[in-house]
């Protein structure tokens, strides 16, 4: 597969099937992600996969976040959507998250937050030609301490994102881009 059509025809996976990836499949996905542009050579990123028994208190700490948050209600239906969400969770083979140390300078931060960003979209790449599939998530939980605190990460690091990895279970269908033209203008 040649990188153009990698770049078309990847998509964001929301269904995978059981079968975990393989760390040697995964540790190469994120050694082509880490040619990713980076200034000053920083190469900001860090990644934990929570894989296997490993994804158990993950995903609890995510759970436990969405009910500090209020998302999930501590009622009856609260706790119908408390053994779904963990049912579903847990499904997922593999739940990277990706962050990086926070600079104190914005403008670094600024760099790093852009280079950790195309990493892993060199990640979901690269993952596409080895048939694996990812789902970019940005959510609540990521900004919440208690959540930091209950994974062990130190808090002078910044969650860009965790993405959810496996082998597609169905693959949707493409979601046209608008025409280029309509948003691109040489100044001449
Ligand atoms: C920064 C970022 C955050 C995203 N967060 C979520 C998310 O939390 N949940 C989700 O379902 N999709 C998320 N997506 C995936 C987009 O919904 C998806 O890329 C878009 O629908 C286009 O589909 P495609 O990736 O298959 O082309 C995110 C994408 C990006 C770039």
Redesign the pocket.
């Known amino acids: 597969m040649d990188l153009l059509q990698a770049l078309q025809e990847?998509?964001?996976i929301?269904n995978f099937k059981r079968d975990p990836v393989d760390k040697l499949t995964l540790s190469t996905i994120f050694t082509y992600a880490s040619w990713a542009p980076t200034h000053y050579m920083k190469e900001p990123w860090r990644i934990h996969v929570y894989q296997g028994e490993g994804r158990k208190a993950f995903v609890h700490a995510i759970i436990a976040s969405y009910e500090r948050s209020g998302m999930i209600k501590r009622d009856q239906k609260g706790e119908k959507m408390k053994a779904s969400m963990t049912d579903f969770l847990l499904a997922i083979p593999h739940h990277a998250l990706i962050y990086f140390p926070i600079d104190a300078d914005p403008i670094r931060y600024e760099e790093d937050y852009a280079a950790v960003?195309a990493f892993i979209q060199n990640a979901q790449l690269a993952a596409w030609t080895f048939d694996v599939g990812m789902?970019?998530?940005?959510?609540p939980y990521m900004h919440d301490p208690a959540f930091y605190k209950d994974i062990g990460l130190d808090e002078q690091m910044k969650i860009a994102?965790v993405m959810q990895i496996g082998y597609p279970q169905k693959i949707?269908n493409?979601?046209p881009r608008t025409p280029i033209e309509d948003k691109l203008t040489f100044m001449t």
Do not use: E, Q
């Open positions: 990847r998509r964001s929301y960003s789902l970019w998530t940005i959510t994102a949707p493409s979601k």
